[in-house]
Structures are given as C-alpha cells and as structure tokens.
C-alpha cells in the first residue's frame, strides 16, 4: 500500500521532480516571501529611527497618509505572495517560466515606483519607498527563480 501511495503521488510531479526537491523549493521560496517582509520591516523600522515620516498625501487631497510598520509588512506579503503565485501558474504552463518570470518581475518593479513619485512626499520618504521596493524584489528573485533539485531541461 505504501509504494501504491507513493507512485500515486510521484505521478503527480512532472518528470524530473520529486516530492523531496519540490518541499525543498517551497521553502525556499517561502524563506524568499519571510525574507522579503521581514527586510522591509527591519528598513521601515531603521529609517522610521532616523527621522524618515514616511508621510504620503495623495495630489489632489489635503489629508496626508502616513505608512505604519503592518501596512508595509502586509504590502510586501502581497507582492511577495503574488510573485510566488505567479511563478507557480508560469511553472504549470510554459517551459520558460523563469525566463518570463524574470522579465515579468522586473516590470512590475519599474512599475511600483510610478505610485512613488506620484504622492506628495519629502525626498527621504520618497527614497525610502524605492529602498523598500527594491529590498523585496532583490529578496524574491534569488529565491523564487531557485530550482532546487531539478534537472536541467
């Protein structure tokens, strides 16, 4: 019954894969997500020290919004969690996924920093913000596009 349950769900890995290597992968990308959340937090923190008020005012209105520590922990969660989900969909459906993950990801970070400059914002909140972005991206990318145990196609 054993090697029953065993063949049942090794079959349900592409060839290649095994249930060791794909537990591997997942923790690695799930450190990369931990990672990503706890730099930005321990950043947000620092600069937050040091004076940054991570204040941001939307153009056309007059109350300003300033960022607190679970906003810009879950901000990074989301975005960390979507590029996992993304390169997991990506995997199920092109034999490129890094490659178009990559490039996907890269968008989205040249893309995050348009909000950024939008808002009314002093220079060192404005920086600190990019500083964020960048973190989160340099924390997935290593570590979503690792393929632990995997052969070379």
């Given amino acids: ?3 029953t349950t065993s063949t049942i769900a090794a079959s349900a890995y592409p060839i290649g894969h095994t249930v060791g290597a794909t537990t591997r992968r997942r923790r690695q990308r799930a450190l990369g997500v931990a ?10 923190l620092v600069a937050r020290a040091a004076g940054t008020d991570f204040t941001l005012t939307d153009p056309g ?8 520590l679970p906003e810009i922990a879950a901000f990074s969660l989301v975005f960390a969690l979507l590029g996992w989900g993304s390169l997991a969909l990506l995997e199920r459906f092109t034999a490129r996924a890094r490659v178009v ?9 040249l893309a995050s920093f348009i909000p950024v400059f939008l808002e009314r914002a002093t220079v060192d909140t404005r920086v600190m913000l990019c500083v964020l972005h960048v973190v989160v991206a340099l924390a997935l990318l290593p570590m979503l596009r ?4 995997v052969a070379a196609r």
């Fill in 35 to 44: 990672t990503a959340v706890v730099a930005t937090s321990v950043i947000y």
């Fill in 146 to 149: 690792h393929r632990a145990g």
């Fill in 1 to 3: 019954m054993t090697a």
């Fill in 101 to 109: 993950w990559s490039g996907l990801a890269g968008t989205v970070l």
């Fill in 61 to 68: 209105a007059t109350r300003s919004h300033p960022l607190i």
